[in-house]
């Protein structure tokens, strides 16, 4: 059965003071009997809010911030890929708008002594996932007359 192995996530600099480079690599394992199908993998980006937080939500599979988006004309929430015995290693790296990262967008405000006011950004935990589909298989269509 293919798996999905070695999941990492590095957030870069981006090209300007409003954008972080994102790079998630991760690798595909197929058998023997997988080699030649098409898989399809998907690549998103979730916040994580633990117990605790300042701003904890009720979701426990983490706040979807952004999914990578392939293809130019028409970007789709997955890429095909043709299994190949063994593992394969892939890399995907997106720009990614700071607002988008922004899964704990409030702030603490710290008052050390009277004529000093500290501004104290919520952290934010953000961590990738990569999902992976064997292409679907459709059945004729059926006329009906309802």
């Known amino acids: 059965m293919a798996e999905i192995k070695d999941v990492t996530l590095q957030v870069l600099p981006g090209s300007n003071s409003d954008k972080k480079k994102v790079r998630v690599g991760f690798k595909l394992a197929f058998s023997g009997a997988e080699a030649g199908k098409t898989f399809q993998y998907g ?3 979730r916040g994580e809010d633990k117990t605790g937080d300042d ?3 009720f979701l426990t599979n983490g706040q979807l911030l952004y999914t990578f988006g392939f293809g130019i ?3 789709l929430a997955h890429k095909s890929v043709t299994a190949q015995v063994g593992e394969q290693s892939f890399s995907e790296e997106r720009e990614v708008s700071i607002e988008k990262l ?3 967008p409030g702030f603490d ?3 050390p002594d009277i004529n ?3 501004k ?3 952290p934010d935990e953000v961590y990738a996932t ?3 589909v064997a292409d679907e298989e459709r059945s004729p269509a059926v006329n009906l007359l309802l």
């Open 73 to 75: 004309l028409k970007p």
């Open 109 to 111: 405000i710290i008052k």
């Open 43 to 45: 690549v998103s980006l």
């Open 102 to 104: 922004n899964e704990d």
């Open 55 to 57: 701003e904890a939500s």
């Open 116 to 118: 000093t006011t500290l």
């Open 120 to 122: 104290i950004a919520h």
């Open 130 to 132: 990569v999902s992976l």
